[in-house]
């Protein structure tokens, strides 16, 4: 059949099981929302206030499924508005297909009315990107995009299209969408080389990322880990994908992590690194992370081996084929004198905030909301304190339940990804986490989840400060508060109401319970602003640079 680019676009996320797509209209990609219109029963559009939160709201709809999500947008300051979503996506390798319209091909280059050179623009922060200059190379152009998307290591990619590419014809016949399936080649001889060194260490420890979560690999790392007994400890973006009640799940590693975890791979004589990437917010001092161990790192992009950490020995494949293919030659270990000195430092050295029902105490509250909202619920944070009190105790056990924006670290991420995971998980509540800092980015997004009748329950812990950097500049720079202090006289209950949401406010911990229940019972979304101390800090803290010896825990 013969149709033009813009109904191909639609044939396309049809093709490949695209249901939703976020964005915002504009002047080169009318054709494309004329065809939307006209497939609307096929292919749902959700109208954003920004397409920034266009961006979030396809990440957060592919953190939370596995699927590939979309978003579309205009030229010129609409492509550019994509940008922090596309790099936000990029660092936790999310896989997302941004979809823009440029000017016609003749008017490129000229400086035209909103041009701008997106495919330059966004080169460093996508797995690839197109620019479709013929209506006959689209559909493919699509194709490769889901693909490229979808396999080996996930990312964002973005394709670009003329207005007049939109308007153009030609032939055009589905196709099955194309096989992302990785088939990595590892040699057996590989395999039992790593399983003989984990059955000689003696202080063994796993330390896991977010590749265990993409590859849904939760259910053999916990095989590898209670075969060898062999404690774990895993990265934020990693949170779900073992239960925190697992005995040998030591939680956190990190800037925020468990001390216990800290010291375990500081004494370690074995890290097995599967799917994670060394960052800075782990290896806080790579020179002296882990180091008297010998350090095998097992990931899917051969890129990040010996990127941030040199290592002894090292694995190219994802997740799921690593720990399924080791695990026959790894043999039943005990390590009874290495557990009892984990369980040492766990008793002696792990920090626990002291409870106070009469403020807002964050981790009391991340508590309440795991009782309240249950382990079904999907929690999902902006950046900040807030972030790492989440990450600490809101005690989620499966994967794709715990979305935040690790590598970028966003502010203003967690509502479009609240609006993207709800959308994505009807079924299923969705708590988005913020900080007063990060909710003013882009609180605008509330009139998309008002429009939608989305019941997301915002949490805001409104400490009228931008905490993380107060924290800062409370322990290492004097207390000069510099540009932390804004002086803000936002009324968020009243904001909420304004925009069509429910707005509650409380100020200790039986308060939130009563605003919590009731945002339960409401339809569509709900604002909590819970009011508290801005000298709350986020303990334990390693300092950035410094290791684990030089951690802070009051």
Not at 161 to 166: E, T
Not at 201 to 223: H, R, S
Not at 420 to 434: E, L, N
Request: aromatic share 8%; hydrophobic share 40%.
């Amino acid at each position: 059949m013969k149709i033009n680019g813009s109904q191909i676009l639609v044939e396309v996320l049809v093709e490949q099981g695209a249901d939703t797509i976020f964005g915002y209209p504009g002047g080169s990609v009318l054709d494309i929302y004329d065809a939307l219109y006209k497939n609307r029963d096929r292919v749902h559009h959700v109208l954003t206030a920004h397409e920034q939160g266009a961006a979030h709201a396809a990440d957060g709809y592919a953190r939370a499924t596995g699927r590939t999500g979309v978003c579309l947008a205009t030229s010129g300051p609409g492509a550019t508005n994509l940008v922090t979503g596309i790099a936000t996506a990029y660092m936790d390798s999310i896989p997302m297909v941004a979809i823009t319209g440029n000017v016609g091909t003749k008017l490129i280059g000229k400086d035209s009315f909103q041009e701008v050179y997106i495919g330059g623009i966004t080169m460093p922060i996508t797995k690839h990107n197109f620019m479709v200059r013929r209506v006959e190379e689209l559909a493919d152009a699509l194709r490769d995009a889901f693909r490229i998307a979808q396999t080996g290591r996930p990312g964002p990619v973005l394709v670009d299209i003329p207005k007049d590419v939109m308007v153009a014809e030609c032939e055009f016949e589905n196709k099955a969408p194309l096989d992302t399936t990785t088939v990595f080649d590892v040699k057996q001889s590989d395999l039992q080389r790593i399983a003989a060194a984990i059955n000689e260490a003696k202080q063994p420890v796993l330390y896991f990322g977010g590749g265990v979560a993409t590859a849904d690999a939760g259910k053999e790392l916990a095989e590898l880990m209670h075969k060898a007994n062999i404690p774990a400890v895993g990265t934020i973006m990693a949170i779900g994908v073992l239960p925190v009640e697992d005995p040998l799940y030591m939680g956190m590693i990190g800037m925020h992590g468990k001390v216990s975890s800290g010291f375990a791979v500081d004494k370690a004589d074995l890290i097995v690194a599967i799917g994670a990437r060394f960052s800075d917010r782990v290896a806080t001092d790579p020179n002296a992370f882990a180091p008297n161990a010998k350090v095998i790192h097992v990931d899917i992009d051969a890129a990040e081996i010996n990127k941030n950490m040199a290592t002894d020995d090292s694995l190219v494949s994802d997740a799921k084929t690593f720990l399924q293919g080791v695990l026959p030659f790894v043999q039943p270990r005990e390590h009874k004198e290495w557990l009892a000195q984990i369980a040492d430092w766990q008793q002696r050295m792990d920090y626990r905030p002291k409870d106070d029902d009469s403020v807002i105490k964050p981790h009391q509250i991340m508590a309440a909301i795991a009782d309240m909202a249950g382990e079904d619920a999907l929690i999902v944070t902006d950046v900040g304190q807030h972030q790492m009190w989440a990450a600490q105790y809101s005690r989620r056990n499966k994967p794709r339940h715990f979305i935040t924006s690790g590598g970028l670290g966003t502010m203003g991420f967690g509502y479009g990804a609240a609006i993207g995971a709800q959308m994505a998980q009807p079924g299923k509540r969705v708590i988005h986490i913020t900080g007063d800092g990060s909710f003013h980015m882009n609180l605008n997004e509330m009139c998309t989840s008002v429009s939608n009748n989305l019941p997301i329950i915002t949490v805001l812990l409104n400490n009228q400060v931008l905490g993380m950097v107060y924290q800062w500049q409370t322990m290492f720079y004097g207390e000069r508060y510099a540009a932390t202090e804004p002086e803000r006289k936002t009324d968020f209950v009243k904001l909420a109401e304004a925009f069509g949401a429910h707005g509650l406010r409380c100020h200790d911990l039986a308060g939130f319970k009563q605003a919590f229940a009731q945002a339960l019972q409401n339809q569509g979304p709900t604002v909590i602003d819970c009011v508290m101390d801005r000298k709350e800090r986020v303990l334990p803290m390693i300092p950035a640079g410094k290791s684990v010896r030089n951690i802070v825990i009051y």
